[in-house]
């Protein structure tokens, strides 16, 4: 939100600045781990390094998700056209980590377009696809919406995945997912409602002059 207001010259409310501290406390109680998973003095027993580095990883994300959104709306290209540009550069550094590998191996596996697609079964191409499909989906968002609507997105979907997991994989329901997911969704209430339900209406209409 602070590299949106920056970058975009974007204001958010107060009410809004409430809703994205809300989000952030839902999605870390939801991450948290109960005295009953481990011991308690291991809840936030990662070193210091981890948490200054997942910091500035976060700090990193937001401001590439800004400077995209700037990139997306700076023009009225296609988005199909503006997809292409972005996904140019990943394909050129990825091609050329391909490359790097084949001459620090000295070719033994034979050239990297020969086993690209080595070990690729059904589950593997339907990763990819999924993938793919969320890219165009974040791309959509960043053009027609901003990159806060892509924030929530991707916070309800990590909610999701995490209850799917419980049903799916057996993996045992916490009081802290609960709660992470009461919590998320009040913020996503306040981040959206509209602020003219804010204001209090009166009991009565005043009566009209005949």
């Known amino acids: ?105 000295g070719f033994e596996m034979g050239p990297w377009w020969q086993r ?18 969320t890219g165009l989906l974040v791309s959509w968002l960043m053009k027609y919406s901003d990159n806060i609507v892509k924030v929530y997105s991707t916070s309800m979907a990590m909610l999701l995945t995490m209850v799917l997991s419980v049903y799916l994989f057996n993996v045992r329901a916490t009081v802290q997912l609960f709660l992470g997911i009461v919590i998320c969704i009040i913020s996503l209430q306040m981040y959206f409602m509209p602020v003219h339900t804010l204001v209090e209406l009166p009991q009565t209409l005043p009566a009209t002059a005949k």
Do not use: H
């Open 116 to 133: 690209l697609f080595n070990g690729y079964s059904i589950t593997t191409w339907i990763v990819v696809f999924n993938l793919g499909s």
């Open 1 to 105: 939100a602070n590299c949106a207001r920056l970058v975009l010259k974007r204001k958010l409310s107060n009410l809004q600045w409430m809703a994205i501290i809300l989000l952030a406390v839902g999605t870390t109680t939801s991450q948290v781990k109960g005295c009953g998973d481990a011991p308690c003095d291991s809840v936030f027993s990662a070193p210091f390094q981890g948490y200054m580095l997942g910091i500035l990883s976060a700090c990193l994300s937001a401001l590439a998700g800004v400077y995209t959104e700037y990139l997306m709306k700076k023009n009225s290209d296609s988005l199909y056209w503006q997809n292409v540009q972005l996904y140019t550069f990943g394909v050129i550094f990825n091609m050329g980590w391909l490359v790097y590998g084949d001459f620090k191996a």
